[in-house]
């Protein structure tokens, strides 16, 4: 799957200066609530929301939030995440936009889990959950984002490309093992060939390489040098 990212008509420049920035940057279904409340004073955060709401819809290929007006996206998010924060509920009161309205009891939200039971993971909804936080400043950084657990097996499938992508040979003490599959950061290229040493292959395995299967096939007219099961 490969994922694109286009139309940055709403984009914005950082610089600083809160009074510069417009709360009108984002399509509505992907808003933040601070967006939706108005605020002028924001940041990346408010692209951190906005990524837990498109994974939301490759979950199921519906609109996790999908408001009709500002109005209504502020409560449908309140009844899937949960209330307003003291501090956004003040916004709420004080916007003009929003005068006249009130929202019902949503202290009892349908919650991400049950909105996606047995369609997500439960390291996706964790994920979800992270990215969707009402309040901002709980929301993690992007490098915070790619170290949650949800990626992990993920990054074994890309160290798998890798793997894949050269062939060498382990030899050490006479031994030799042929068609071990390693990445190509440590395929070493010595005067015999595309050999590593064996202490390198040794230390990936103990850097969780255990958890991905190593070709152990000897290429064509290799058989005969394999190592017995005390060599290796």
């Not at 798998?160 to 382990?170: Q, R």
Request: one cysteine or more; aromatic letters at 8%; hydrophobic letters at 35%.
């Amino acid at each position: 799957m490969t994922l694109k990212l286009c139309d940055f008509g709403f984009a914005r420049t950082l610089n600083g200066k809160p009074s510069d920035m417009t709360d009108y940057v984002a399509t509505r279904w992907y808003r933040a609530p601070e967006l939706l409340l108005s605020t002028r004073n924001y940041g990346m955060n408010v692209d951190q929301w906005a990524i837990g709401c498109i994974m939301g819809e490759l979950i199921d290929k519906q609109p996790l939030f999908p408001g009709e007006s500002e109005i209504d996206q502020i409560y449908i998010i309140q009844n899937v995440i949960g209330p307003l924060t003291p501090e956004q509920h003040e916004l709420f009161t004080k916007n003009p936009r929003f005068l006249g309205y009130k929202f019902p009891d949503l202290s009892r939200p349908e919650t991400l889990e049950r909105k996606y039971a047995g369609k997500a993971s439960k390291l996706a909804i964790s994920f979800m959950k992270e990215l969707l936080q009402m309040d901002s400043s709980k929301r993690p950084t992007a490098e915070e984002a790619l170290n949650h657990p949800y990626f992990d097996t993920l990054k074994v499938g890309v160290l798998k490309n890798e793997i894949v992508k050269s062939k060498a040979c382990l030899r050490g003490n006479n031994n030799l093992l042929s068609g071990i599959l390693v990445p190509s950061s440590i395929h070493t290229k010595h005067s015999k060939g595309g050999y590593v040493k064996r202490q390198e292959v040794e230390k990936l395995v103990d850097n969780n390489m255990d958890r991905i299967r190593i070709s152990t096939k000897f290429p064509k007219g290799d058989s005969d040098k394999a190592p017995s099961n005390n060599s290796t």
